[in-house]
C-alpha cells in the first residue's frame, strides 16, 4: 500500500488507544478525489473528537477499474469511536460524498496497548 494524503511521519504507532482499520473497495480512478474529500472532512473531524487519522493508502500497482484502499484511524476509546459517528455538518458532508465513490467498505477495530 502506498500512502495517499497521510501518513507524513512513517513510524511506528506509539500512542495508545483504538485503532480503526477501514478498507475501502473503489473504483480506481475516484482514488484521488476520495484522498481530497477525506483530507477535507479531517480538518473539522479531528477538531471535533480525541481522535487522529494515521493513514489513508492506495493500492501501489491498481490493475483493474477497481481497487482497494485503506484508512487508519485511532480514537482514544470505544466511546471516542461511538461518538464520532455524527460529525460536524462539514465533516459529515465530505464523509457522504467520499461514501458514494465507493462499492463496499468494512472496519476491523483493534486496541494498541503497549505495557
Not at 14 to 39: C, H
Not at 46 to 64: I, M, P, S
Request: glycine share 6%; net charge negative.
Amino acid at each position: 500500500m502506498t500512502p495517499t494524503v497521510r501518513p507524513t511521519d512513517h513510524g511506528e504507532r506509539t500512542t495508545e488507544g483504538i485503532y480503526v482499520f477501514r478498507w475501502f473497495e473503489v473504483w480506481n480512478r475516484d482514488v484521488e478525489l476520495i484522498a481530497n474529500l477525506s483530507q477535507r472532512a479531517w480538518l473539522s473531524f479531528e477538531e471535533g473528537f480525541d481522535t487522529q487519522v494515521q493513514g489513508l493508502f492506495r493500492e501501489e500497482t491498481a490493475a483493474g477499474d477497481m481497487g482497494q484502499m485503506l484508512l487508519l484511524t485511532r480514537y482514544t476509546s470505544l466511546a471516542v469511536w461511538e461518538d464520532s459517528r455524527t460529525p460536524s455538518v462539514e465533516a459529515r458532508e465530505l464523509f457522504r460524498q467520499r461514501h458514494e465513490l465507493m462499492a463496499e467498505a468494512k472496519p476491523f477495530c483493534t486496541r494498541l496497548h503497549l505495557r
